[in-house]
């Protein structure tokens, strides 16, 4: 029998932030959809039918983005909390229509709109429209309103329409949906492609005509799914935006052979005394970037630990046999701890279960990378550069830029804990992303992978080029 389910702590895993407990406040009653024209406001807005939703509930709104979702009900603050730097600035003024809704599935931990039910997606087709639609898959464990802020809002103010999803399974006992091991990752891959086409259609009926250009986006596991959906779904999209994606590989690395490190290691150094430099050699060799060590004990407490125990559960239940998930922050020796966890010497059905979610670095489309080099969670070394490195071996280097962001790290929120010492990566993404559709819709090749210095003019939280 299982242990009770652990409690989510804070912002997790691979990426990113964990989830509040309070559900969305419920959309208002669908406002009755003005006359006919393309150019009326919520014009379509009875048409749309999303393919597949087993349920769905629109409403026309007076902006999309979260100036006004939060003021009307339409988004969850406690989904995207965490994400961004404090008083980084956000558009505002895009009027539309929203489109809550949840595809059939069985697991029932997403709690949004009143409903006990995964699949949830939500889908904003502004007025003004540009032409083309953004896809998302939630980071970490959170839901489908995480992107909100760091990417809906500045897609929605440049005129895309844009979709994401919760990726079908959420919060701390993501693994605990009935599936084999790896099983809850893979329903990530299906619930994106799900989406992305059935937003296509939604779209085409608000508008009357069909995306010309689709977009993915998404930072942490959302990165992932940008990276794994330009491999294996092409045809579905334009290209790609990777925020610094976590990696899987079933011959590393993936999290599982870099996190027992940090669990069996930064206690010692941490307590100082003749075993700390050699712990801290021990974590430098297992990828943990040479200046990262002022955000060690932070990740030990929030981040390492947690997103150790939850993934190693996911793709390698019986490691600790009945229990579930392990045990909290447990000191090497105790039975099943996952800071003894050695995955060279697991069982081959492990590495199997990695290699059934692993990446390859066969993108088929233009995607660009973004990554910190003080990522404390996905070490350059364990995901950027290590996706880098498998998109050149591909031969699918000319599709690929990657740029690393002096001073960024996971989560922009720690920005203001060290304002001298990080920065943002929001500004840097955003201007990746136009980049990424200068490079499809214009032929205009973005620069060349490499550093991206920290500016010391402009804003932190606004400022980034990407000229070289």
Same mark, same amino acid.
């Given at each position: ?41 919520? /014009? ?9 939703? !087993? ?25 995207? !909390? ?57 980071? %970490? ?88 959906? =330009? ?15 976590? =990696? ?35 974590? =430098?060799?297992?990828?943990? +970037? ?6 060690? !004990? ?8 947690? *997103? ?5 559960? +996911? ?44 990446? *390859? ?42 740029? !690393?962001?002096?001073? %960024? ?7 203001? *804990? ?10 840097? /993404? ?39």
């Amino acid at each position: 029998m299982r242990l009770s389910r652990i409690p989510l702590l804070l912002a997790t895993v691979p990426l990113a932030a964990g989830l509040l407990a309070a559900p969305a406040t419920a959309a208002p009653a669908p406002a009755a959809a003005p006359s006919s024209g393309p150019d009326r406001h919520c /014009a379509g807005e009875g048409r749309i039918d999303v393919p597949g939703a !087993e349920e769905q509930k629109t409403a026309c709104l007076d902006d999309l983005t979260t100036t006004g979702t939060t003021v009307s009900g339409h988004t969850n603050v406690a989904d995207w !909390e965490g994400l961004q730097a404090p008083g980084t600035p956000t558009p505002s003024g895009v009027p539309g229509i929203q489109v809550d809704g949840y595809f059939p599935d069985s697991s029932t931990s997403n709690t949004n709109n009143g409903w006990d039910h995964d699949s949830q997606f939500v889908l904003r087709v502004p007025d003004d429209w540009n032409g083309g639609l953004v896809v998302s898959g939630a980071p %970490g464990t959170r839901r489908q309103y995480a992107n909100d802020f760091v990417i809906g809002d500045r897609v929605l103010a440049r005129g895309f329409a844009f979709a994401a999803t919760d990726k079908g399974n959420n919060g701390a006992a993501f693994y605990d949906d009935g599936s084999a091991p790896g099983g809850s990752i893979r329903e990530w891959h299906r619930r994106v492609t799900q989406l992305a086409r059935a937003a296509k259609v939604a779209v085409e009926q608000r508008y009357g005509r069909a995306p010309r250009h689709t977009y993915m986006a998404g930072i942490s596991n959302g990165g992932y799914l940008v990276r794994w959906q =330009l491999e294996n779904r092409p045809g579905l999209y334009d290209g790609g935006l990777d925020w610094e994606g976590t =990696l899987f590989r079933a011959a590393g690395p993936n999290l599982l052979t870099y996190l027992p490190t940090a669990l069996r290691e930064y206690p010692t150094y941490a307590a100082g005394g003749p075993g700390a430099e050699q712990a801290e050699r021990r974590m =430098l060799r297992a990828g943990f +970037e040479p200046g990262s060590q002022f955000l060690w !004990e932070y990740h030990y407490g929030v981040y390492w630990d947690l *997103t150790q125990r939850v993934y190693r559960e +996911e793709l390698d239940p019986t490691y600790d046999g009945d229990l579930e998930a392990g045990v909290p922050f447990c000191r090497p020796g105790t039975p099943r701890c996952d800071a003894d966890y050695d995955y060279a010497d697991r069982p081959r059905e492990v590495r199997e279960a990695v290699r059934s979610v692993q990446l *390859t670095g066969r993108i088929r489309k233009p995607l660009l990378t973004v990554h910190g080099t003080l990522d404390t969670l996905l070490p350059p070394d364990t995901a950027g550069r290590a996706y880098e490195r498998l998109v050149r071996r591909a031969g699918a280097g000319r599709l690929h830029r990657s740029y !690393e962001i002096e001073d %960024g790290t996971h989560v922009d929120s720690l920005y203001a *804990t060290y304002p001298d010492r990080l920065r943002p990566i929001l500004p840097c /993404a955003t201007r990746a992303f136009d980049r990424l559709v200068a490079w499809v819709e214009d032929a205009k090749a973005p620069p060349a992978s490499g550093f991206v210095d920290r500016p010391q003019r402009d804003d932190l939280r606004t400022g980034c080029s990407l000229q070289q």
